[in-house]
Protein backbone atom coordinates (compact mmCIF):
# COMPACT_ATOMS: atom_id res chain seq x y z
CA UNK A 1 0.00 0.00 0.00
CA UNK A 2 1.35 3.47 -0.92
CA UNK A 3 0.28 6.98 0.41
CA UNK A 4 0.53 10.17 -1.36
CA UNK A 5 0.23 13.50 -0.61
CA UNK A 6 -0.18 16.93 -2.41
CA UNK A 7 2.07 19.12 -2.84
CA UNK A 8 2.73 22.65 -5.09
CA UNK A 9 6.04 23.06 -7.09
CA UNK A 10 7.46 26.47 -7.18
CA UNK A 11 5.79 26.87 -10.62
CA UNK A 12 2.60 26.31 -8.90
CA UNK A 13 1.91 23.16 -10.07
CA UNK A 14 0.10 20.03 -8.62
CA UNK A 15 1.89 17.05 -7.53
CA UNK A 16 1.81 14.48 -5.21
CA UNK A 17 4.88 12.88 -3.21
CA UNK A 18 5.03 9.37 -1.54
CA UNK A 19 4.94 9.98 2.71
CA UNK A 20 4.46 7.24 5.45
CA UNK A 21 1.15 7.25 6.51
CA UNK A 22 2.07 7.88 10.01
CA UNK A 23 4.19 11.18 9.04
CA UNK A 24 0.81 12.94 9.72
CA UNK A 25 0.52 11.79 12.89
CA UNK A 26 2.71 14.38 13.96
CA UNK A 27 0.97 17.49 12.29
CA UNK A 28 -0.28 20.34 15.26
CA UNK A 29 -2.94 21.06 13.98
CA UNK A 30 -4.22 17.84 12.98
CA UNK A 31 -4.16 18.25 9.16
CA UNK A 32 -7.50 18.07 7.36
CA UNK A 33 -8.85 18.08 4.13
CA UNK A 34 -9.34 15.34 1.74
CA UNK A 35 -8.49 11.66 0.55
CA UNK A 36 -8.80 9.00 -2.12
CA UNK A 37 -8.31 5.21 -1.19
CA UNK A 38 -7.55 3.18 -4.22
CA UNK A 39 -9.24 -0.67 -3.95
CA UNK A 40 -8.80 -3.87 -6.08
CA UNK A 41 -11.69 -6.39 -5.56
CA UNK A 42 -10.96 -9.32 -6.63
CA UNK A 43 -13.93 -11.28 -7.79
CA UNK A 44 -17.99 -10.07 -7.70
CA UNK A 45 -19.23 -9.54 -4.24
CA UNK A 46 -22.46 -8.16 -2.36
CA UNK A 47 -22.78 -5.66 0.05
CA UNK A 48 -25.85 -4.11 1.52
CA UNK A 49 -25.64 -0.19 2.92
CA UNK A 50 -28.20 2.48 2.79
CA UNK A 51 -31.80 0.92 0.90
CA UNK A 52 -29.56 -1.70 -1.26
CA UNK A 53 -29.35 -5.36 -0.18
CA UNK A 54 -27.16 -7.36 -1.63
CA UNK A 55 -25.77 -4.86 -4.20
CA UNK A 56 -23.16 -6.70 -6.26
CA UNK A 57 -20.28 -5.04 -7.21
CA UNK A 58 -17.79 -6.41 -10.17
CA UNK A 59 -14.46 -7.28 -9.87
CA UNK A 60 -12.00 -4.21 -10.65
CA UNK A 61 -10.75 -0.80 -9.29
CA UNK A 62 -12.67 1.36 -7.24
CA UNK A 63 -11.91 4.97 -5.95
CA UNK A 64 -13.71 6.18 -2.32
CA UNK A 65 -13.09 9.92 -1.89
CA UNK A 66 -13.52 11.16 1.56
CA UNK A 67 -12.63 14.02 3.40
CA UNK A 68 -11.79 14.53 7.05
CA UNK A 69 -12.29 17.91 9.07
CA UNK A 70 -12.48 16.88 12.65
CA UNK A 71 -10.33 16.59 15.19
CA UNK A 72 -8.00 13.94 14.60
CA UNK A 73 -7.76 15.30 10.87
CA UNK A 74 -6.60 13.02 7.39
CA UNK A 75 -4.29 10.60 9.88
CA UNK A 76 -7.44 9.23 12.18
CA UNK A 77 -9.46 9.15 9.27
CA UNK A 78 -7.65 7.30 7.02
CA UNK A 79 -6.17 5.12 9.71
CA UNK A 80 -9.71 4.07 10.28
CA UNK A 81 -10.54 3.15 7.33
CA UNK A 82 -7.64 1.07 6.80
CA UNK A 83 -8.02 -0.35 10.25
CA UNK A 84 -9.98 -4.13 9.13
CA UNK A 85 -10.84 -4.83 12.73
CA UNK A 86 -12.56 -1.13 13.27
CA UNK A 87 -16.34 -1.29 13.75
CA UNK A 88 -18.35 -0.92 10.68
CA UNK A 89 -19.79 3.03 10.70
CA UNK A 90 -19.38 4.31 7.08
CA UNK A 91 -19.96 2.77 4.07
CA UNK A 92 -16.51 2.19 3.20
CA UNK A 93 -16.38 0.17 6.40
CA UNK A 94 -18.68 -2.79 4.47
CA UNK A 95 -15.99 -3.24 1.68
CA UNK A 96 -12.51 -4.06 4.19
CA UNK A 97 -12.97 -7.65 4.10
CA UNK A 98 -13.07 -8.28 0.48
CA UNK A 99 -10.91 -5.23 -0.61
CA UNK A 100 -7.37 -4.52 -1.08
CA UNK A 101 -6.16 -1.47 -0.63
CA UNK A 102 -3.65 0.06 -3.13
CA UNK A 103 -2.99 3.82 -2.75
CA UNK A 104 -4.42 6.41 -0.58
CA UNK A 105 -3.70 10.27 -1.95
CA UNK A 106 -4.48 12.65 0.98
CA UNK A 107 -5.08 16.34 -0.36
CA UNK A 108 -4.57 18.99 2.53
CA UNK A 109 -7.41 21.66 1.96
CA UNK A 110 -9.67 23.87 3.98
CA UNK A 111 -12.18 23.75 1.03
CA UNK A 112 -14.03 20.06 0.88
CA UNK A 113 -13.69 19.04 -2.59
CA UNK A 114 -14.47 15.10 -1.93
CA UNK A 115 -18.07 15.94 -4.03
CA UNK A 116 -16.38 17.40 -7.00
CA UNK A 117 -13.42 14.99 -7.37
CA UNK A 118 -15.80 11.83 -7.00
CA UNK A 119 -18.63 13.66 -9.61
CA UNK A 120 -15.27 14.75 -11.94
CA UNK A 121 -13.81 11.06 -11.51
CA UNK A 122 -16.88 9.27 -11.91
CA UNK A 123 -18.02 11.14 -15.38
CA UNK A 124 -14.94 9.67 -17.28
CA UNK A 125 -15.02 7.06 -20.19
CA UNK A 126 -14.95 3.82 -18.26
CA UNK A 127 -15.82 4.78 -14.81
CA UNK A 128 -19.31 4.00 -13.11
CA UNK A 129 -20.57 5.57 -9.90
CA UNK A 130 -22.14 3.17 -7.18
CA UNK A 131 -25.58 4.80 -6.20
CA UNK A 132 -25.80 6.60 -2.91
CA UNK A 133 -22.59 5.08 -1.39
CA UNK A 134 -21.06 7.15 1.15
CA UNK A 135 -22.83 10.19 0.18
CA UNK A 136 -25.52 10.32 2.47
CA UNK A 137 -24.33 13.36 4.33
CA UNK A 138 -24.24 15.83 1.11
CA UNK A 139 -26.61 14.20 -1.47
CA UNK A 140 -24.23 13.68 -3.93
CA UNK A 141 -24.67 10.54 -6.82
CA UNK A 142 -21.90 8.47 -4.87
CA UNK A 143 -18.65 8.81 -3.36
CA UNK A 144 -17.15 5.52 -5.08
CA UNK A 145 -16.74 4.54 -8.15
CA UNK A 146 -15.62 1.59 -10.18
CA UNK A 147 -13.52 0.47 -13.03
CA UNK A 148 -13.00 -2.95 -14.20
CA UNK A 149 -9.54 -1.54 -15.45
CA UNK A 150 -6.56 -0.66 -13.38
CA UNK A 151 -6.72 3.17 -12.74
CA UNK A 152 -3.70 6.14 -13.27
CA UNK A 153 -4.97 7.61 -10.05
CA UNK A 154 -2.16 10.31 -9.87
CA UNK A 155 -2.83 11.31 -13.16
CA UNK A 156 -6.98 11.77 -12.59
CA UNK A 157 -6.19 14.29 -9.77
CA UNK A 158 -3.84 16.02 -11.43
CA UNK A 159 -5.64 16.59 -14.29
CA UNK A 160 -8.74 17.34 -11.63
CA UNK A 161 -6.86 20.16 -9.91
CA UNK A 162 -5.48 21.38 -12.75
CA UNK A 163 -9.15 21.98 -14.30
CA UNK A 164 -9.43 23.57 -10.46
CA UNK A 165 -8.12 26.95 -10.23
CA UNK A 166 -8.53 27.17 -6.44
CA UNK A 167 -5.39 24.77 -5.94
Known amino acids: ?44 SKISYGRYKDYELAKGYYLYFGSARGSGGLFSRVSRHLDKDAVVHWHIDKLKHFTVTEEVYIIPSEIKYECRMADYTGNLPGFVKIPDFGCSDCGCPSHLVHSPNNINLKQILKQFLKNNSSF
Do not use: C, T
Not at 21 to 43: E, F, M, N, Q, T
Open 1 to 44: MRFYILVHSSAGQADFNEIKLSSLADHKPALKGDYVIKLWVSRK
